[in-house]
């Protein structure tokens, strides 16, 4: 067996992690290498979900009875553990949204119904990047074409990073915002958060960050990242699906109008008019995502009680073996950084001329499970010239043996398809 310095103990990581165990096609065991798209679920979110159901189950912040009490006592727990994890100054900075796509169209609303300052208008302008998913492009394109604001992009290297040369005339003195990911969730590219947000400051624009391949895998401080907002999942780091996160500065959260209006974001309600309650809850209209944000706050003590840190380091290690064991499939290219410095756990591919989709599905008929297309990033595929990729994304619990069966499946690909 493969070994490399910085691995966590995946063995015993696995055994928290009962689809793991699962085989398919006739007995072969799922080498699960989609983890960009959707992670796994380990026992205590699993438990976590399945306790709130069987003994706390009740809607939120209305009741009196204990059972409303326990529920509520549970989600705000959540937002508490949410609030630690990303280090943020406020537990009523953390908004629940049902996932990264409605925290970025949050801010963009927020932007698009508010005053001066931060008003977007036709007199301003709104710069993201060409290789942001597509929850961080149609939400501004919207914005745009409803308010009249210009929209404009940081192109790509053909290394797969921002073209930041032109820093000075993408991001201006007309620039009310800046959105930016992170981590790409197609080129792994991890982008330089810090000249940007430089950038953006110097002009008063202000600054959301799409960390939905961020949180997952590294530890996220959102006062290091001196961002305004910033927006992440909770399916893609070990929580459940229908919940996500915004966090945004207390003070811009006190300013910026509602998007939603219904339940519980309200303070006063009358047939003229409403006034509302304080962030979060402003936020939050309606019966939220109770159980999900119970099994996010579950996900969170899980990777807490392991260590971002040690997590990055894991990722960064069978980052670096995949690149190099990749690099020894003939007709393979590598789309994006092709070292595994300043890259995430994502790996996009080309192989020859055959199709990524036929890749796929050749690679799933041996348990290996890995994504094909052009992942919510359309744009990056026009600027490199290729139809859609091969996508392998590795989380905590990847091995170096399921690299090697990658590499073998590709081998594989290669001889079916002559």
């Known amino acids: ?187 792994g590219t991890v982008n330089p958060v810090e000249t940007i947000v430089r950038r953006a400051q110097e002009v008063g624009a202000l ?59 309200i303070e006063t309600v009358s047939m003229s008019s409403s006034t509302y309650a304080p962030a979060p809850h402003k936020f939050e209209a309606g019966t939220p995502p109770i159980a999900q944000a119970v099994g996010l706050g579950a996900a969170v003590d899980y990777l807490s009680s392991i260590g971002m840190d040690r997590i990055a380091a894991h990722e960064h290690a069978i980052t670096e073996y995949a690149v190099s064991r990749l690099r020894e499939v003939p007709d393979l290219r590598i789309i994006g950084p092709a070292t595994a410095e300043d890259r995430g756990a994502a790996i996009s591919f080309t192989l020859g001329d055959i199709h990524p989709h036929d890749v796929g599905q050749v690679l799933d008929e041996q348990g290996i499970a890995v994504r094909v297309g052009h992942h919510c990033a359309r744009p990056v595929c026009l600027r490199y010239g290729i139809p859609a990729t091969t996508r392998a994304s590795f989380y905590l619990y990847s091995t170096p043996a399921e690299v090697d069966a990658l590499v073998e499946g590709l081998e594989y690909v290669r001889n079916f398809f002559g």
Request: net charge negative; glycine share 6%; proline share 4%.
């Open 1 to 187: 067996m493969t070994q490399l310095p910085g691995l966590l103990d995946t063995e015993a990581i696995r055994k928290d992690f009962p689809l793991l165990d699962r085989t398919v096609h006739d007995g072969k065991k799922v080498v699960y290498l989609d983890n960009a798209a959707t992670s796994q679920k380990p026992n205590q979110v699993l438990d976590a979900l399945n306790d709130y159901y069987v003994r706390h189950n009740a809607n939120v912040h209305r009741g009196v009875h204990v059972l409303a009490e326990e529920a509520t006592a549970l989600y705000e727990g959540a937002r508490d553990k949410v609030a630690a994890f990303v280090n943020a100054p406020s537990r009523d900075e953390v908004i629940f949204t049902k996932n990264a796509s409605e925290s970025l169209n949050l801010v963009a609303n927020m932007l698009g119904w508010a005053d001066e300052p931060y008003r977007v208008d036709d007199q301003t302008e709104i710069v993201i990047t060409e290789m942001e998913h597509h929850s961080n492009i149609v939400p501004w394109q919207l914005l745009a074409q409803r308010t009249g604001a210009k929209l404009k992009w940081f192109g790509l290297t053909d290394d797969g990073r921002l073209d930041l040369s032109g820093i000075e005339q993408i991001i201006t003195e007309r620039t009310k915002v800046v959105s930016f990911v992170l981590v790409s969730n197609i080129l």
């Open 207 to 265: 600054v959301v960050i799409d960390a939905s391949q961020a949180a997952p895998h590294m530890a996220l401080d959102v006062q290091a990242l001196q961002a305004d907002f910033v927006a992440f999942t909770g399916h893609k780091m070990c929580g459940p699906t229908g919940i996500g996160v915004l966090w945004g500065r207390q003070e811009l959260l006190e300013d910026l109008p509602p998007f939603l209006g219904g339940g519980e974001m």
